[in-house]
Nanobody, 121 residues
């Protein structure tokens, strides 16, 4: 069974930093795109950052220049460095993998359980 497990959330003051990590476990050959999403209370889940298999990244304007996504292919993990945090960054952050290759074939659309990030003003 493939699982994604996040870590690194917490409470920090505005202007501070946090680093989130997500580790994929199971019998994994490779993972294509990995991403971070977030969902604030009463709002839709939104993309925060994505990193493709070739290493290219994408960010929405709301986090561009403040957040950096990186991945360790050998360890099937992805990280999100968040700097200059704002109260509006408060949300549950989810790790996502869109396509995972296993010895038994491809598996699609995996989510982690989420980690709470709270930014105080």
């Amino acid at each position: 069974q493939v699982q994604l497990v996040e870590s690194g959330g917490g409470l920090v003051e505005a202007g501070g930093s946090l680093r989130l990590s997500c580790a994929a476990s199971g019998n994994i050959v490779s993972i294509s795109t990995m991403a971070w999403y977030r969902q604030a209370p009463g709002k839709q889940r939104e993309l925060v950052a994505a990193i493709f298999s070739d290493g290219t990244t994408t960010y929405p304007d709301s986090v561009k220049g403040r957040f950096t996504i990186s991945r360790d292919g050998a360890k099937n993990s992805v990280h999100l460095q968040m700097n200059s945090l704002k109260p509006e960054d408060t949300a549950v952050y989810y790790c996502h993998a869109d396509r995972i290759r296993t010895p038994g074939g491809y598996r699609y659309d995996y989510w982690g359980q989420g980690t709470q990030v709270t930014i105080s003003s």
